[in-house]
């Protein structure tokens, strides 16, 4: 079974994140970048069905040079090897844009299978697995909650808010999934140290056969416009109890319309 985990650095979501005014892209080189967290537990999974089924796990990313950081994480974990799109060009790329990349990418790869997590946490478009699905011509099993793989079948339960959709698809295909599917582990010393020597394979768009003049910024099929920073928080209203404390508290609250 070869599984090909797609992978994104992004900017830590639990620190501050900016725009770059020159552009109005995110200002990734000041960021505090980190593996994309829903992405850990695709890794997880692939390497589950691999531990089971035998194969390989493949990362594969597009980025900029610092997406190196997240490659090394997932072979850490376990992945086996590593495809990095690496081009000045793509700075600036929409989803649509970068799908056309990463398909490209897939079409110069074996497979059986290809996961992602359910979202990216800089943009939560939502949207990759189905673009690649579009382009590849591959059935598409989008918010697993659990992945069972018998044959040459991909079978899902699919997260929804009443419960979960049981579906089916041959391979190959693409699945994404969500948080509840697994607990990615965490990189043991000896997995730090066995993913320096893995190889990580360096390909530019030329290499995938691409134009330059079709991705970036200047032709992307959605731009941020501009962007504000938001407002300072306002002081807060201190409530003095002088015995009707409740109901200055609730007068306060039907002025906001909160009640």
């Excluded at 997260?159 to 969500?178: C, H, K, N, R």
Aim: charged share 25%.
């Amino acid at each position: 079974m070869n599984i090909v985990v797609l992978v994104k650095q992004v900017p830590d979501s639990g620190s501050e994140r900016k725009l770059d005014p020159a552009d109005n892209t995110v200002a990734r080189a000041a960021a505090d970048n980190v593996i994309n967290e829903m992405d850990e537990y695709a890794i997880e999974e692939a390497l589950t069905i691999k531990e089971a089924q035998g194969g390989e796990v493949t990362v594969l990313t597009v980025g900029p040079d610092s997406a190196t950081d997240a490659i090394r994480k997932a072979l850490s974990m376990g992945a086996d090897k590593a495809v990095h799109v690496v081009d000045d060009a793509i700075h600036g790329s929409c989803a649509v844009q970068t799908s056309a990349v990463i398909a490209a990418a897939l079409g110069q790869m074996e497979y059986d299978l290809v996961m992602c997590g359910a979202e990216a946490t800089d943009a939560q478009l939502s949207v990759m697995p189905a673009l690649l699905a579009e382009r590849l011509g591959l059935p598409q099993l989008s918010g697993a909650r659990k992945v069972t793989i018998e044959g040459g079948t991909a079978k899902v339960e699919r997260q929804t808010d009443g419960g979960f959709w049981a579906l089916e698809a041959p391979l190959p295909a693409i699945i994404s999934t969500w948080d509840t599917i697994n607990e990615p582990r965490y990189p043991s010393f000896k997995g730090i140290m066995a993913a320096k020597k893995k190889p990580v394979e360096t390909r530019s768009l030329a290499d995938l056969g691409l134009d330059a003049g079709s991705v970036g910024l200047a032709s992307a099929t959605s731009k941020v416009l501009d962007f504000a920073g938001r407002p300072p928080k306002g002081e807060g209203v201190k409530v003095t109890d002088e015995g009707d404390g409740a109901q200055k508290f609730v007068d306060y609250l039907a002025g906001q319309k909160i009640v």
